[in-house]
């Protein structure tokens, strides 16, 4: 556990300082001085007396106690060197920033457990080891540049990669993010990026700490504590972003579904940060972009006004916002929008985008703020004013920035000319603002933003489904593929609508269950899990003659075991599914069947169980979700019939966990009903 020695020590001891800056270990110590830490600074280097200007001692055994100690030593020295400081000096936190360990080899991981045993027997805790270090506003313990300003209105920002976070702070600073602590966790031989936002989540205190959260993370350790603290933070009014590496297709798993095929541990880190409220980014520049998003006020709504004096961004940036799903609505005429008009200089536009001509001065640009603040149909402004370099614009940014602390609606301030007016940009940062100077990379991050659904509280089981009735049929089957009578079995259920369906293993059967269900029927073989592939699927068979031709033909299939009669439905083709990821639980996926989820992988996925709210958000976010509404004139599905059998299912999986993979397609939908027309459910108990 994070302690208070960790975060504002009164001592620190850098154990392998040096007064070469070049080493880690003077680098550190030239950090901590140039930041002025104000405790005691000691150095252990049996080879000076000072380093760098502090007390220097050959062994930690000539130390007083002290708060904190880093580490910049060979790892094989490092288990008795926190041995010794945790028994002989009262040390509480501890910063490895050595190599050597569990990254290396087993010999390695061994040795950094027993560090560990070392520090929780003595209640103490360890960053590291493998990380660039800590930086709190009391302390700059890292051995890397640049040191960010460190403020409580800053950003927290937790790595799990010491260089990934040097990469990430040099991309946000030029924005002018700013930050509060930064956690380089390293082999998270203790304390993970889940164990460091627990810390921050309980921690917190409305008005004091950072509100802002970002995170680089490379594993996963404990689904339950992130989602639990990440949502905990978010519902007391923090934003979270977050970057996960090493989730691509190269690390999923064969399978034998189209679930199975689609789901890998990208689909589990995808529902699980759509269930905890988290920005999902996937590289070093949307993630910062994202959090100057929101270090701005927040959006509330979707109809935002492009200011401009250069017509090519305000189109682009106008694109990716719609591309988002946000508006750039036409100012309505108005007394109003004919006032603003004559205010500027002829030729202005005063559509939207406002378009305020190269010329723009900073009054017009106040009067044009003012308008959309007051008269304007909109719930926020972007500003894109950069310069050729001919005049000084310093009183346009001025100008600004005082609209921004003053307008209730948020401004988001678009200034590209980074190398004309580097000076101006400077300056307008120095206020605590943020720039994005990238239009198109601000369009998707805002998007982004507004269409990540909020974390809800702990799903309720709405569906009636009896746990213990579940609990019951999953007792009596077998590990593999079952058959048709368990599937029915559990969707009935669990209230999962199904076509009628009877398995016949003689002729005879197989009529009176055609005649009973009614023509036309589907005929399906029963065995192979491939159906299709060995051509047994049989469409629209319309008599009795015909049922009886197609059995003997289904029954030559190699590995038949019967044959499934089974209603005809018609509609659009929907996909259902499931598979068991380790930690993570459940991931439900849903979208269009067809080539939209085989070719397109047009999917959603979400942890079970779900709400009825997360899961409408779920379909929500299909590229396919227009066609499912109807399009065209094409009738689309009920929608919230869909989302109650994903409900439903989450529910059934819930109480399920032997279902280690569900793979329901298709789903036929119309505006009236929705049925499961085929199923796959392999349990391994």
């Not at 459940?586 to 047009?602: A, P």
Request: charged share 20%; proline share 5%; net charge negative.
């Amino acid at each position: 556990m994070i302690n208070e020695k960790l975060l504002q020590p009164k001592s620190i001891v850098v154990v392998g300082a040096s007064n070469n800056i070049s080493k880690p270990g003077g680098k550190v110590v030239k950090n901590l001085l140039d930041h002025h830490f104000e405790g005691d600074l000691f150095a252990i280097n049996p080879n000076e007396s000072k380093v760098q200007g502090i007390p220097s001692f050959a062994d930690v055994a000539e130390l007083p106690e002290v708060d904190l100690a880093i580490l910049a030593i060979p790892a094989k020295f490092c288990l008795q060197t926190v041995t010794d400081l945790a028994e002989h000096n009262n040390t509480k936190a501890f910063i490895i920033i050595s190599a050597g360990f569990g990254e290396t080899n087993e010999a390695g991981k061994i040795l950094e457990q027993q560090i560990v045993e070392v520090v929780e027997k003595h209640q103490a805790c360890l960053i590291g080891p493998n990380c660039i270090g800590v930086m709190t506003p009391a302390h700059a313990s890292v051995f890397t540049t640049p040191i960010p300003e460190l403020t409580s209105k800053g950003c927290d920002f937790i790595s799990g990669s010491g260089a990934t976070a040097v990469f990430i702070m040099e991309s946000g600073i030029p924005k002018g993010l700013r930050f509060a602590n930064v956690f380089s966790v390293g082999n998270s031989a203790q304390l993970g990026v889940e164990d460091v936002l627990a810390y921050l989540d309980e921690t917190y205190e409305e008005g004091v700490s950072a509100r802002v959260k970002l995170l680089y993370i490379e594993n996963i350790n404990s689904p339950d504590k992130l989602l639990l603290h990440a949502s905990s933070l978010i519902k007391k009014g923090c934003k979270i972003a977050a970057i996960k590496a090493g989730s691509s297709s190269a690390g999923s798993r064969a399978a034998s579904s189209h679930t199975g095929a689609l789901t890998s541990s990208d689909a589990a880190v995808e529902a699980l940060f759509r269930k905890a409220g988290i920005v999902r980014c996937y590289g070093r520049e949307e993630l910062t972009t994202v959090a100057g998003v929101f270090m701005c006020k927040e959006l509330v709504g979707e109809k935002l006004a492009i200011i401009t004096h250069a017509g090519g961004p305000g189109v682009m940036l106008t694109d990716a916002l719609e591309d988002g799903g946000l508006k750039i609505p036409e100012i309505a005429d108005s007394q109003e929008k004919a006032s603003l008009l004559k205010k500027l200089f002829p030729g202005s536009s005063v559509e939207n985008p406002i378009d305020f001509l190269a010329t723009g001065t900073a009054e017009q640009l106040g009067h044009i703020i003012d308008a959309c603040e007051n008269d304007f149909e909109v719930d926020g402004m972007a500003v894109i004013y950069g310069s050729p370099g001919l005049f000084p614009i310093g009183d346009v940014y001025d100008v600004l920035s005082g609209k921004m602390q003053i307008c209730k609606k948020p401004i988001y301030p678009i200034l590209p000319s980074v190398i004309n007016v580097k000076d101006d940009v400077a300056h307008f940062l120095s206020h605590g603002n943020v720039n994005f100077p990238d239009e198109v990379l601000l369009g998707r991050a805002l998007t982004k933003v507004m269409n990540t659904p909020k974390p809800l509280d702990n799903a309720i089981n709405e569906s009636g489904l009896c746990a213990d009735a579940v609990k019951g049929v999953i007792a009596e089957t077998h590990n593999g593929y079952q058959p048709p009578e368990v599937i029915h079995k559990l969707f009935d259920l669990a209230g999962i609508p199904r076509v009628k369906e009877m398995v016949a293993t003689t002729e005879s059967e197989a009529v009176l269950a055609a005649m009973s269900i009614g023509f036309p029927v589907v005929m399906k073989v029963v065995g192979p899990v491939h159906k299709t592939e060995v051509g047994g699927v049989i469409l629209n068979v319309r008599n009795v003659t015909q049922v009886r031709k197609e059995f003997h033909h289904l029954f030559e299939i190699e590995n038949t075991e019967g044959v499934l009669i089974a209603q005809m439905a018609s509609g659009n083709e929907l996909f259902l599914g499931a598979t068991y990821e380790e930690k993570f639980g459940h991931v439900v996926l849903c979208g269009m069947g067809g080539i939209y989820v085989e070719v397109m992988k047009d999917v959603a996925s979400g942890l079970a169980p779900l709400t009825h709210s997360e899961a409408r958000s779920m379909v929500q976010s299909l590229k396919s979700y227009k066609i499912l509404k109807g399009f065209r004139k094409q009738n689309g599905i009920n929608i919230e019939k869909y989302v109650d059998i994903i409900v439903r299912l989450s529910w059934l999986l819930r109480y399920a966990t032997e279902i280690k993979e569900i793979d329901i397609n298709p789903l036929l939908g119309n505006k009236n009903e929705i049925l499961a027309v085929d199923a796959r459910i392999r349990i391994e108990h």
